[in-house]
């Protein structure tokens, strides 16, 4: 395992751009599943309430 020298700028920059890269896409999905659940909420209970109204 190498050393990391953390005295030249460009390692570390380099770890701090993939840091936000990988907390770009964790946002990304976690929006995403969010709005999944969301939908999945709203349309179970559409669908509730219209089999209700047409059930009668």
């Known amino acids: 395992m190498r050393d990391l020298d953390w ?3 460009s390692g570390y920059r380099s770890a701090v751009r993939r840091t ?3 907390m770009a896409l964790a946002l990304i999905v976690t929006l995403f599943v969010v709005g999944l659940v969301a939908v ?3 349309g179970i209970s559409l669908f ?3 089999a209700e ?3 009668g």
């Open 40 to 42: 999945a909420v709203f």
């Open 53 to 55: 109204d047409l059930g």
């Open 48 to 50: 509730m309430d219209l």
């Open 7 to 9: 005295d030249d700028d």
């Open 20 to 22: 936000r890269i990988t």
